[in-house]
C-alpha cells in the first residue's frame, strides 16, 4: 500500500506560526504532527509516501528525508498552487500504482486516529462489490458549513457531495480528508489546478463511484490556531491526565508546581514557584523562570520566559524571548524569535510577528507586522 500526503498548502490561518514552517510540522503533544502520521501509516503496512509539497517544501525534506520509521519517502513538487486535484494528478508517475494496488491520500493538517486497515478494507471490499474509485473517510460534526458534505445510503454509497454548503446541509457528515482509492481515480482527473472536492467527487456520486467510510474517534483539522490548539489538548487528555509526561533531562525545582494534564519537552528548566498547567505543552529546551504562571498554552522549542511572567490561552512560536513580568493575554500568537521587553501586557488576540521587537503594552487587539 502506498500514501500521498497533500502537504503543499501556505496554512494563512495558522499565521504568523505558518510564516517560519509548513503545517504539517507544527508540534502536537511536541512532535511534528506529520511524525504522528508517518508512525501510524507505518504500523498499517504503508510501504511508500509522497508527499505532495509546494510552500517550504525544503523544510518538509529535511525533517522526513528519503526514508523514515521504515517508509520509503518521494516527494512531487508544485511550482504554484493547483488545488487539491492537481496534485494528486500531479504525483501519478511517481506513484506508479499497480493494477490492483491501494492508494491512501490524506490532507497533511489532520491530526486523526483513523484505522487506515479497516479504511483500506472497506474500499477495497466496495471496490470489488460496487466497483468504488473512491472511499472518503466522514466524520460527523455540529457545524459542517465550512467543509464537504456528503448525503450517505444504508450501505455506505454516497448519493450526493456538497462542498461547503450554503443552504442547510442534508448530513453532519463532513469529509475528513483521508480517502481510500486506486488508479482508477486517474482517470476522473486532469492536468493543471483543479479541486477534487468541488469537480471530481459530484461526478463520481452522481455516477454511484464514491463511498464513504464512518470513522467516530479522534479527529481534528488544525488549519486553525483554536484547532491546532484543540489537538494538543485532546493529546494532553490521552497521555497526561494523572501527572505530567516528563521527557528526559527535565530540571523542576521542589517549589514548582505543575497541574496535569502537562507535556514537558526535554532539556526544560522550569524555576521555584513557578506554576504550569493545566493544559500546557512545553517544547524542547525551554527556560521558565521563578514565579511564572501558565495555563492553556503550547509553547514551542527554545523560548525563553523570564521570571514572573503570566501566559494564558495562547500559542508562543520557537525562541521566543519574554523579558520579567511580561502578561500575555487570551488568544494571543506570538511568532518564532519574537522578544518582549520587561513589564509589558500583551492584551488578548495579539499577534505578534517572526523576529519582532515589543517594547510597550499592547492593550488592544492588534496584528504586530
Known amino acids: 500500500m502506498k500514501a500521498l500526503i497533500l502537504a503543499g498548502g501556505f496554512g494563512t490561518r495558522l499565521r504568523p506560526l ?42 518538509i525534506q529535511k525533517f522526513c528525508g ?61 471496490s470489488t462489490m460496487h466497483d468504488t474509485v473512491l472511499t472518503i473517510t466522514l466524520f460527523e460534526v455540529e457545524d459542517p458549513s465550512r467543509y464537504g458534505v456528503v448525503e450517505l445510503d444504508e450501505i455506505g454509497k454516497i448519493l450526493r457531495f456538497v462542498e461547503k ?22 482517470g476522473y482527473l486532469k ?14 456520486a452522481e455516477k454511484g463511484l464514491l463511498y464513504g467510510f464512518k470513522h467516530e474517534g479522534l479527529w481534528v483539522d488544525i488549519g486553525k490556531i ?31 508546581k505543575i497541574i496535569p494534564p502537562v507535556i514537558v519537552g526535554s532539556n526544560v528548566k522550569i524555576d521555584e514557584k513557578a506554576k504550569i498547567g493545566p493544559y500546557v505543552v512545553v517544547g524542547d529546551d525551554v527556560l521558565i523562570g521563578e514565579n511564572c504562571k501558565i495555563k492553556n498554552s503550547i509553547l514551542f522549542g527554545k523560548s525563553t520566559i523570564n521570571a514572573g511572567c503570566k501566559i494564558k490561552n495562547s500559542v508562543l512560536g520557537e525562541k521566543v524571548f519574554l523579558g520579567k513580568n511580561v502578561k500575555v493575554g487570551k488568544g494571543c500568537i506570538i511568532g518564532d524569535h519574537a522578544v518582549l521587553a520587561d ?10 510577528c517572526p523576529y519582532k521587537e515589543v517594547e510597550d503594552s499592547i492593550l488592544k487587539p492588534k496584528n504586530v507586522f
Not at 492536468?191 to 463520481?204: C, N
Request: proline share 5%; charged share 30%; with cysteine.
Open 226 to 256: 483554536e484547532d491546532f490548539m484543540l489537538a494538543n489538548f485532546k493529546i494532553l487528555e490521552q497521555v497526561s491526565n494523572d501527572k505530567p509526561q516528563l521527557a528526559e533531562n527535565v530540571e523542576i525545582n521542589s517549589k514548582a
Open 66 to 126: 528519503n526514508e523514515k520509521y521504515g517508509i520509503k519517502i518521494s516527494y512531487s513538487y508544485e511550482t504554484s498552487p493547483m488545488g487539491t486535484g492537481g496534485p494528486i494528478k500531479l504525483a501519478e508517475k511517481i506513484l506508479n500504482l499497480g493494477e490492483d494496488e491501494e492508494l491512501l491520500i490524506l490532507n497533511g493538517d489532520i491530526f486523526s486516529d483513523v484505522d487506515f486497515g479497516k479504511l483500506g478494507d472497506f474500499h477495497k471490499n466496495h
Open 18 to 59: 505558518s510564516c517560519t514552517r509548513p503545517k504539517i510540522l507544527f508540534p502536537i503533544g511536541n512532535k511534528p504532527l506529520i511524525e504522528w502520521t508517518l508512525q501510524k501509516l507505518s504500523k498499517f503496512g504503508v510501504s511508500e509516501v509522497i508527499f505532495a509539497v509546494n510552500y517550504r517544501a525544503e523544510d
Open 165 to 186: 454548503p450554503k443552504e442547510k446541509p442534508v448530513s453532519r457528515l463532513i469529509n475528513a480528508g483521508i480517502y481510500a482509492t486506486n488508479k482508477k481515480i486517474f
Open 343 to 352: 513589564n509589558i501586557k500583551i492584551a488578548k488576540k495579539v499577534t505578534v
Open 191 to 204: 492536468d493543471g489546478k483543479h479541486s477534487i472536492e468541488k469537480e471530481v467527487f459530484p461526478i463520481l
